[in-house]
């Protein structure tokens, strides 16, 4: 049985190559608003991060999802994000 190629996507914080399955997509929509997409299949351009926090804050210091989404990311979008992933890594 052929096996079946695995997604792999870069975390915009650690530069690390991982399995689509393990980060989170983060989408920004035609309107230009900035959502956490949990099922990977809303609609926009997306960038993905590990569900850690340190890679969100190496992300913000290295402007990487700005680079990514190649428009500024508002800094409340972090801070959402933040309390999302830090409320992940408590379950």
Known sequence: MKQRKIP???CTGCQEMKSKKELIRIVRNDE???SL???GKKPGR???ICPCSECLTKAQKSKGLE???KAPVP???YEQLLREL???EHE
């Open 46 to 48: 997306g960038a993905y």
């Open 86 to 88: 830090s409320g992940e």
């Open 37 to 39: 997409d949990k099922t």
């Open 8 to 10: 792999l996507r870069k």
């Open 67 to 69: 680079r990514s989404f």
């Open 32 to 34: 230009g608003e900035f």
């Open 75 to 77: 800094k409340d979008v």
